[in-house]
């Protein structure tokens, strides 16, 4: 499978960025997937993961009420809807396929993109 991640940029707090993530190889409904993000000098932190087939989706307590992940099954893309951003969510966002998709944990994966910068700054 191969994941190209897109849509990261510079925004205000208060801002909203939407994430895609077109997924090539494997159709998307096949997939447990989702995103994580990593911030200089932290872990890695599992943002949100969609299970196969319309499954359990997981939202990290620090996400939930403000990002919404969905899927474009005719596209094969995933996107990540990211409103409300605040400064801590400043970080470089990895679309991935995810072990233990929906329980919270170390993030590991099998395959990931290459990454895209969210910055929030005033």
């Known amino acids: 499978v191969q994941l190209q991640a897109s849509g990261g940029g510079l925004v205000q707090p208060g801002g909203s960025l939407t994430l895609s993530c077109v997924v090539s190889g494997f159709k998307l409904d096949d997939l447990d997937i989702g995103w994580f993000r990593q911030a200089p000098g932290k872990e890695r932190e599992r943002v949100s993961c969609m299970r196969r087939s319309w499954g359990t989706i997981f939202y990290a307590d620090s996400v939930k009420g403000r990002f919404t992940v969905s899927r474009d099954y005719v596209e094969n893309t995933m996107y990540l809807q990211m409103n409300s951003l605040k400064p801590e969510d400043t970080a470089i966002y990895y679309c991935?396929?995810?072990?233990?998709?929906?329980?919270?944990?170390?993030?590991?994966?099998?395959?990931r993109g290459q990454g895209t910068q969210v910055t929030v700054s005033s």
């Open positions: 991935a396929t995810l072990e233990g998709c929906t329980v919270p944990g170390p993030v590991r994966f099998t395959a």
